[in-house]
């Protein structure tokens, strides 16, 4: 889900989804700030032993792409988290993203791309990043361009809380 970077968790779109469908359905945010692809990689499996949860909302890569590393990198540890959230019979759907332009074109389309491209080839549900109102808004994106402010997270859980009804049927 989202650690909520820059602001209190409560309004996080995490938290407001758990509310939203807390009567029905346990959600545990096991996001923490500032996390990697390769850190989540390596707490997954002990969060999938501990939780047992039918779904895992995969929703790394930012900070990744914030630290400029390798798409192939990036690629490579959310295909395993896949792999090992199958293994544990846990359906993943990826969440996906973009960066701002300033890390050049060819990174930034790389980047965005590789969410489409894993889920083509691992048939995962996505989630698409395609929140442009937000990255548009100065008043709904941070400074570092790619983390939402605490006005942008109703917007975020709409979305997502929409295609979690649309796809999973929550």
Avoid at 54 to 69: K, P, Q
Avoid at 106 to 123: C, M, P, S, V
Avoid at 138 to 153: C, Y
Wanted: net charge neutral; glycine share 10%.
């Amino acid at each position: 889900m989202s650690a909520a970077y820059g602001f209190e968790e409560r309004s996080g779109w995490g938290s407001l989804i758990k509310n939203h469908f807390q009567a029905n359905h346990k959600i545990i945010n096991a996001s923490i700030s500032g996390d990697t692809t390769g850190g989540g990689l390596m707490r997954l499996p002990q969060l999938l032993t501990k939780f047992s949860p039918t779904h895992v909302i995969i929703e790394l890569g930012a900070n990744d792409g914030l630290r400029g590393y390798p798409i192939s990198i990036i690629e490579d540890n959310i295909k395993e988290m896949i792999e090992i959230c199958r293994s544990k019979a846990a359906r993943p759907i990826l969440f996906g993203m973009r960066i701002p332009g300033n890390y050049g074109s060819r990174y930034a389309e790389g980047f965005a791309n590789i969410y489409t491209k894993i889920a083509t080839e691992k048939h995962v549900d996505l989630i698409n990043f395609d929140f442009y109102e937000i990255t548009e808004t100065q008043s709904l994106i941070q400074s570092d361009g790619l983390h939402p402010t605490a006005s942008a997270q109703p917007i975020i859980k709409e979305k997502v809380q929409q295609f979690l009804i649309k796809t999973l049927g929550f």
